[in-house]
């Protein structure tokens, strides 16, 4: 059994307060409840599902199911696999469900069915889903911890102005009980890192058995939690209202926990999805939302890292790719890459000079992060950032693999009537750069009437392989997947001695 698999064992041992009855999971049980089979249910980009399907079916060996609601997909895991799920790179937003109702048979009459949801809280099957919630709860509080120790030592080095000694032998005196804990939370923040117990110093030492003491009078003295329902529904078959359900359905809750209702400062979040006839509840597994990682300077169109993700993946890369981003805005496309694909090399790319300004400080930005979560100096990100102009772009001809990019739409960049110009020739310089036959280009954009005009006075050097229709910021867009044919590209200066411009 790995150290993951151990760690988890131990975070199993949970008490829960079930309407005002705790439940003490004993040892033997441990065993059985490292192997406990649970339902996750994760929202991702719209138009995305199958992708991020893929990446679950990839990473987690588990078939995936997709929502009819959009934008949602289950699957199941066992217990110990709850840490890699949270390094899934496609998801949003994590919820562990409790109960799903394929068909639920709602009546006509509103206090009817709002009676139906009160008696529901008390029928769920809740034990499962709070162990799940507990575990969890446990990652992201580690997580915190080691994020202030670790950036109190890089800050205590900065000051010294040398490097910080490691005294393995105290740490490991120290901190005998927590070495588990420290192994599964390094795969919790990164699957690919496996490092030692970080170490402490001086204060950081004392300030780290503090909070050690509060953790522990906070598990021997249980607190009544707090909590909310958040109800998503759609359909228009419906005789209630959202805030009707969730107020009502939340109520119940209360009752059956005696639990204390937030709205804003709340320690279980408890989910009431409805899509016609399915109704899923579940419990919520991230406070906020898992894009938030890359990008910390931000621009007026900054791309979530999620639907960045799923663009690249839609390109396939392969070790060694040129993967390019000719409109890189604040570089979410390219850092993106490079975190995942760290064998291919990355290129970002603007004709604003305030954009690559903020690319190149989020690419400063990750590679700090990086530095203090492995508590050393970093060997770098295969990517780099340059100002150009798209439609001279200063590559040679055939040297790129792959182009990914979100193009302007036309309303908070650029506009409309010069995308009639913009779209033709930013597809003739892509088509130059871009490896005959093999090059792939992904591309964004909002608008496709404009695209689709300019796309088909490309035929010759692109082909049209797939379109997938997604949400972005609640405007409906299309990311179209190009292959490059095998013609080599002609200038337009030699077309005119033969058949006059193709362009």
């Not at 309407?19 to 138009?47: C, F, K, W, Y």
């Not at 919630?133 to 992201?140: D, G, M, R, T, V």
């Not at 001695?497 to 362009?503: H, Q, R, S, V």
Request: net charge negative; glycine share 6%; hydrophobic share 35%.
């Amino acid at each position: 059994m790995c150290d993951i698999e151990e760690a988890t064992n131990q975070l199993l041992d949970v008490n829960l307060h079930e309407n005002q009855s705790s439940v003490q999971v004993t040892e033997s049980d441990l065993r059985s409840e490292s192997e406990l089979l649970v339902t996750i249910g994760a929202t991702v980009p719209t138009g995305f599902e199958q992708t991020a399907a893929d990446e679950v079916r990839e990473k987690l060996g588990s078939s995936c199911k997709i929502s009819r609601d959009r934008g949602k997909i289950y699957f199941v895991i066992s217990v110990e696999s709850l840490a890699q799920v949270h390094c899934l790179r496609s998801v949003d937003n994590l919820f562990v469900v409790v109960q799903e109702f394929q068909d639920y048979q709602f009546k006509q009459i509103k206090e009817e069915v709002l009676k139906d949801f009160e008696d529901l809280a008390g029928k769920l099957p809740w034990s499962n889903p709070l162990k799940v919630w507990k575990i969890n709860a446990s990652f992201k509080k580690k997580k915190a911890k080691r994020k202030k120790i670790n950036q109190n030592l890089s800050k205590e080095k900065i000051n010294n102005g040398q490097e910080v000694k490691i005294n393995q032998r105290n740490v490991k005196k120290e901190f005998t009980s927590h070495a588990l804990d420290s192994h599964i939370l390094d795969y919790y923040e990164n699957p690919a890192i496996k490092e030692e117990v970080s170490t402490l110093v001086g204060d950081d030492l004392a300030s780290s058995k503090d909070e050690t003491d509060e953790s522990s009078k906070e598990e021997t003295e249980p607190q009544v939690l707090k909590f909310r329902v958040t109800c998503n529904r759609a359909g228009e078959k419906h005789c209630f209202t959202s805030n009707e359900a969730a107020r009502d359905f939340g109520g119940a809750v209360q009752d059956y926990f005696k639990w204390k209702a937030d709205m804003t400062n709340f320690d279980v979040e408890v989910l009431l999805n409805i899509h016609d006839n399915e109704v899923i509840v579940g419990i919520a597994l991230t406070e906020e939302s898992l894009h938030r990682r890359n990008i910390t300077h931000f621009g007026p169109t900054t791309l979530r890292s999620t639907l960045a993700y799923g663009m690249l993946r839609l390109c396939d890369p392969l070790p060694y790719d040129i993967i390019v981003d000719p409109m890189c805005g604040t570089g979410a496309i390219p850092i993106e890459g490079a975190t995942e694909w760290t064998d291919c090399f990355h290129i970002a790319g603007d004709n604003n000079p305030l954009a690559v300004n903020r690319a190149a400080n989020n690419i400063a930005s990750l590679l700090t992060k990086s530095q203090i979560k492995e508590g050393k100096p970093s060997w770098g990100l295969p990517i780099d950032a340059v100002q150009w102009d798209i439609c001279n772009l200063p590559l040679r001809t055939g040297s790129v693999d792959i182009i990914v990019t979100d193009l302007p739409f036309g309303k908070r960049m650029g506009s409309k009537k010069r995308n009639w110009n913009l779209y033709p020739a930013c597809l003739r310089e892509m088509s130059r750069v871009c490896t005959p036959t093999t090059g792939r280009a992904v591309l964004l954009t909002q608008d496709t009437k404009c695209f689709t005009k300019a796309l088909s006075g490309m035929r010759h050097v692109w082909r049209k392989v797939d379109t997938v229709w997604v949400n972005v910021g609640g405007l409906r867009a299309a990311v179209y997947v190009l292959i490059r044919t095998p013609q080599a590209f002609v200038y337009p200066s030699e077309q005119d001695g033969e058949k006059g411009t193709l362009w």
